[in-house]
């Protein structure tokens, strides 16, 4: 007998590609102009850094036909204020994870890319490795990131927060200063056992989600009509 589902939670903000085979056809897309042309010597690209008055470097870690690589140079990375503030503090380097490169890590030890990025526990992509000035890592950003949530890493790095806190509590500890006329105040009731017994589709998105307002569109296609139909569907804005 066949399970029913009776919830189904979508979160595509937090899709990730972790292989060729999860690869969107014709997401092939090339780093920004503005990237750093590294030797994948990462000791010597932050002295570099170092040098030109910046606070460290970023490895982009990426698979280039992954559609949330390809989301995030083509949304958050086209916003002028967020391209000025990374190049004004860091010098950005793209890595191919299938890449022939080696890599000198900030210990000064060789690895092939493939291994580099399992070593800095970088293997989804798109991940983001911030290098401070000491050579450690600052932050690890996984996943697409939306122009607003990559906003508020870069106000948590450049405050010095991720010297006391974890970014999750920084963005929690930011929201909650906000005023309560842009909070949901209403309770969202998810038991919908008596609304003519149709299973529930939850769909968590964002405004400012690239892919959650594809999703919409994709859900609104005439071919899922029919399976649409036979479910009671309620959007939570994260």
């Not at 990462?42 to 970023?58: E, F, N, T, W, Y």
């Not at 401070?132 to 932050?139: C, E, V």
């Not at 309560?180 to 009731?189: G, I, V």
Request: a positive charge; aromatic letters at 10%; charged letters at 20%.
């Amino acid at each position: 007998m066949p399970v029913s589902i009776k919830r189904l939670f979508i979160l595509p903000g937090l899709l990730l590609c972790i292989s060729t085979a999860f690869a969107e056809k014709g997401a092939f897309v090339v780093y920004p102009s503005w990237f750093k042309n590294s030797f994948y010597d990462l000791p010597s690209d932050l002295r570099d850094a170092q040098q030109k008055g910046k606070h460290g470097i970023v490895v982009f870690v990426s698979m280039k036909t992954c559609s949330y690589y390809k989301a995030i140079i083509e949304t958050t990375f086209q916003q002028a204020d967020i391209v000025k503030r990374l190049r004004a503090n860091y010098h950005v380097i793209g890595l191919e994870v299938f890449s022939d490169v080696e890599v000198v890590d900030m210990k000064g030890k060789s690895h092939w890319a493939k291994d580099f990025v399992v070593q800095e526990k970088a293997q989804f992509t798109p991940t983001m490795l911030f290098y401070g000035a000491n050579g450690k890592t600052q932050l690890r950003l996984v996943g697409y990131q939306s122009p607003k949530k990559f906003r508020g890493a870069l106000d948590y790095l450049e405050g010095g927060h991720h010297n006391s806190m974890k970014l999750s509590d920084y963005l929690h500890q930011r929201k909650s200063t906000a005023t309560t006329s842009t909070r949901q105040t209403a309770a969202l009731n998810l038991d919908h056992r008596h609304a003519n017994n149709k299973p529930l589709l939850v769909v968590v998105e964002s405004a400012d989600c690239t892919k959650c307002q594809q999703l919409r569109t994709m859900l609104k296609a005439p071919v899922l009509q029919s399976f649409i139909q036979r479910l009671n569907s309620v959007y939570v804005n994260t």
